[in-house]
């Protein structure tokens, strides 16, 4: 399994913009499927967007569609989360997933990291 650290959380006011990224051990990055999900206080997990291995095709939330984009560099092992136009409904912890399904269930997800936490003000 591939391990997974985030980072790039943080306060901000509605609005304003954050970039999360997610740093990936191993060699093998590239031939993972890579997600983001994020739980808000008292709610259930949910799909942000997921990103395939080589070919960059993507799959976004509606609620995030022209505000956040994922995207990954290979030769970084690292895949990124870009927010912008943040809403006080974004705040939540952010969590990056990689699995070997095109999916954007999270069961389908073996690896995961610890989460970061994105809070957004009013």
């Known amino acids: 399994q591939v391990q997974l650290v985030e980072s790039g959380g943080g306060l901000v006011q509605a609005g304003g913009s954050l970039r999360l990224s997610c740093a990936a051990s191993?060699?093998?990055?590239?031939?993972?499927?890579m997600g983001w999900f994020r739980q808000a206080p008292g709610k259930e997990r949910e799909f942000v967007a997921v990103i395939s291995g080589r070919s960059g095709g993507t799959i976004y939330r509606d609620f995030v569609k022209g505000r956040f984009t994922i995207s990954r560099d290979n030769g970084k092992n690292t895949l990124y989360l870009q927010m912008n136009m943040l809403k006080p409904e974004d705040t939540g912890v952010y969590y990056c997933a990689a699995g070997r399904l095109w999916s954007s269930q999270a069961s389908n997800f073996g690896s995961w990291g610890q989460g970061t936490q994105v809070t957004v003000s009013s």
């Open positions: 191993g060699r093998t990055f590239s031939t993972y499927v």
